[in-house]
């Protein structure tokens, strides 16, 4: 699908569910990861993860796609238009826009990614456990403030 084709849908949907044209420009971004679709508050513009479109279909892309226009047309009437907000919540349930995403495949391996790195204080042998690499010269030992050592942990 092509942006020219988002676009059209999303103006589509916007009539159909909102009552309300949507002005602004919608887009496909190939780098968006974790979420499903951005709305710019400056710019009024939607993005949409097109990995979502290429894993569960058009179904679960229009709620979406509802479920940014929710953000879109509170924040253009000045009401609240944050997910925290009584006023999204229930335009979201009456539109029948998703809370939440789901996650795309290989997505919650990478966040569970085991420990690492371990960091050893080198005065009392407290261990602490890291999945990103950190600089030990940056931090001390919360239990007895000695210098920590980082090692490699070897991953089976």
Known sequence: MSNEELQVWVEDISIRCFG?????????????????????????????????????GNEEVEKIIKHELCHYHLHLRGKGYRHRDPDFKQLLLQVGGSRYCQSLPGEKAKRALPYRYKLTCSRCGMEYLRKRKVDPK???CGKCSGSLRLSSMILP
């Open 20 to 56: 309300v044209p949507f002005l602004h420009k919608a887009l496909f971004n190939r780098r968006l990861k974790s979420t499903g679709g951005r709305y710019f508050l400056k710019g009024h513009n939607i993005e949409i993860n097109p990995h979502q479109l290429d894993n569960f």
């Open 138 to 140: 940056r931090y001390q």
